[in-house]
């Protein structure tokens, strides 16, 4: 079975840092790429980033572009998001989820931003 | 740019409901559509504009490619009844339609 379990998110201030992580099982982690995806409340859906099979490749929406990093450790099963100079529109539900046309989506961890 | 219509739509259970989905530019097949419930991830329906994800009834289904698509629920069940998005992910940044709300 392909779960998906995101940890990491918390109550940050304005300008302040967060890692998420994804924790993958139930597939062969290394052959898919993998995304971020948030959704800030009562809001609808917003792709954050795409990391292709082997991490050569990475794609950032524009507005997270220098503030967000995202990274993947095979051996691990893992992925991870790492969010810089937070802002309060940083405030959502992150969701990693599996490949481009997303079929498994974890649970999503609550990041909040705000002083 | 995707976009979706109509916003909301209201229909009865047995009913058809057809929801559109139109992007700024070409995806050419590269389309996908889900539904969100309160409380849950989304969860993926159709990609490729027009096949079925794994465990989806038959009852949904999808058409269209280039600008413009489509899904059609043919006979509506009480547990259709949520947010749909499109999603193309033809061209970065890959981007979501901002949802149709079927609702009774």
């Known amino acids: 079975e392909v779960q998906l379990v995101e940890s990491g998110g918390d109550l940050v201030q304005p300008g302040g840092s967060l890692r998420l992580s994804c924790a993958a099982s139930g597939f062969t982690f290394g052959t898919y790429s993998m995304s971020w995806v948030r959704q800030a409340p009562g809001k609808g859906l917003e792709w954050v980033a795409n990391i292709r099979q082997d991490g050569s490749e990475k794609y950032f929406e524009d507005s997270m572009k220098g503030r967000f990093t995202v990274s993947r450790d095979n051996a691990r099963n893992s992925l991870y998001l790492q969010m810089n100079s937070l802002k309060s529109e940083d405030t959502a539900m992150y969701y990693c989820?599996?490949?481009?046309?997303?079929?498994?989506w974890g649970q999503g961890t609550p990041v909040t931003v705000s002083s | 740019v995707m976009t979706q219509s109509p916003a909301t739509l209201s229909v009865s259970p047995g009913e058809r409901a057809t929801l559109s989905c139109r992007a700024s530019?070409?995806?050419?097949?590269?389309l996908a559509w889900y539904h969100q419930k309160p409380g849950q991830p989304p969860r993926l329906l159709m990609y490729g504009a027009s096949t079925r994800a794994t465990g989806i009834p038959t009852r949904f289904s999808g058409s269209g490619s280039g600008t413009e698509f489509t899904l059609t629920i043919s006979s509506l069940q009480s547990e259709d009844f949520a947010v749909y998005y499109c999603?193309?992910?033809?061209?970065?940044?890959?981007?979501f339609g901002p949802g149709t709300k079927v609702d009774i």
């Open positions: 530019q070409s995806v050419s097949g590269a």
């Open positions: 999603q193309q992910y033809n061209n970065w940044p890959f981007t």
């Open positions: 989820a599996r490949g481009v046309e997303l079929a498994f």
